[in-house]
């Protein structure tokens, strides 16, 4: 396999959470505007849907900087 089909497949994800003290719509959004079937693959893709049911607000819920408003369970 050549290097930059490889590359292709090779993702970095950190183990401090990059989350944003705003609400978990706009920290998914970031900045972009709103796609609602992307926005829902997203939710889907990440297995938020149940999760947003059991927040107060749902997607419009604030979250704390580096999510410390939300269990790390």
């Known amino acids: 396999m050549k ?5 292709k497949g090779i993702g970095y ?3 401090e959470a ?10 998914i959004l970031f900045g ?3 796609n609602i079937l992307r926005y829902r693959n ?5 297995a938020l849907l ?11 819920t604030e979250v704390g900087d580096k ?3 939300l269990s790390g369970g």
């Open 13 to 15: 994800v950190s183990q």
């Open 42 to 46: 997203v939710l889907e893709a990440c």
């Open 32 to 34: 972009k505007p709103l």
């Open 67 to 69: 999510g410390v408003t």
């Open 50 to 60: 149940d999760d947003l049911q059991a927040l107060p607000y749902g997607d419009k």
């Open 3 to 7: 290097l930059p089909e490889r590359n």
């Open 18 to 27: 990059w989350i944003q003290q705003m609400s978990v719509k706009d920290n």
